[in-house]
């Protein structure tokens, strides 16, 4: 025989039926709207990893250096190994970072902080290379990069271990760094200097060729730079960027090649008029 519940008894029945009622349809929201989160998150990461940032772009070292005695050659190969870490590192930074900041974003996060780590290293294979020889001047002209348009190639192999002994080329024909590197932005043209030189001595021949090849070897990265930049940077870019540091690097180039002529016999003079480049459309 069935007995009535009291009207207390109800009324809890009720209340319990009540609640359970909401934890349930709260669970159901709390998961609908976590389902909701989740799809959302995937559909970002899919529209980070469609868009390609690019690559940096960093002028090689290794063909600018001198003679790299032997007691340095180990240094300088590990530092060169760490530019190229240096910039695979600022790539992968590029990637992880679509997206993020403002315009200035790339500048200030990436491409500065790796400037700043390039100075140091290039800075300890110069001081390496002056321990036992003359210091090589002029190489932070080499720290600052750019970042290349997407499919662009980074410069992480131009800075290969460096030799002690590198080949001269022909001492003659200052500017066939200029060969076949005609691009929209135009050439580099920078005078002869080998033409303009006394006889040399036996005893400055390798390190004047040397100083010679590295001359073409300067006006090549000014031009695969210039091609590189193609719009980038105000109607003072090329010179301030680009002939700019060339005109120092050249100026440290050719004074060697005077000093050391000039160690057995009469010093060069007036070579410093050689170093300025000009841009040819």
Do not use: W
Not at 61 to 82: F, G, H, I, M, T
Not at 136 to 149: E, F, R, S, V, W
Not at 205 to 221: C, F, G, H, M
């Amino acid at each position: 025989m069935s007995r009535a519940l009291p009207k207390y008894h109800k009324r809890r029945v009720a209340m319990i039926g009540g609640a359970a009622a909401v934890v349930l349809s709260g669970a159901v929201i709390a998961g609908s709207a976590l389902a909701g989160e989740t799809s959302k998150s995937g559909g970002r990461n899919a529209t980070t990893k469609a868009v390609s940032p690019g690559t940096v772009n960093c002028p090689a070292v290794a063909p600018s250096l001198p003679a790299v005695p032997a007691s340095a050659k180990a240094e300088v190969d590990r530092n060169l190994a760490l530019l190229n870490t240096q910039i695979s590192e600022a790539d992968k930074r590029l990637v992880d970072t679509v997206g993020q900041g403002g315009p200035n974003f790339v500048q200030n996060a990436i491409l500065g902080p790796l400037k700043d780590k390039r100075v140091a290293t290039i800075n300890r294979i110069a001081t390496a290379i002056g321990r036992t020889a003359a210091k090589p001047q002029g190489l932070d002209a080499l720290a600052p990069c750019t970042l290349n348009p997407v499919g662009g190639d980074a410069a992480t192999t131009p800075n290969a271990a460096a030799s002690t002994s590198p080949t001269a080329t022909a001492q003659a024909g200052g500017n066939s760094g200029n060969a076949g590197s005609t691009t929209a932005a135009g050439t580099i043209s920078c005078p002869d200097v080998a033409s303009k030189l006394p006889a040399i001595p036996a005893s400055a021949k390798a390190e004047v060729d040397r100083n010679l090849t590295l001359l073409n070897t300067q006006i090549s990265e000014a031009n695969a730079r210039l091609a590189n930049t193609v719009g980038q940077g105000g109607p003072n870019f090329v010179q301030n960027a680009i002939l700019g540091p060339l005109k120092n690097k050249r100026v440290s180039t050719i004074d060697r090649i005077a000093i050391s002529i000039g160690r057995t016999a009469a010093k060069p003079q007036g070579l410093d008029s050689l170093a300025a480049c000009t841009l040819t459309k």
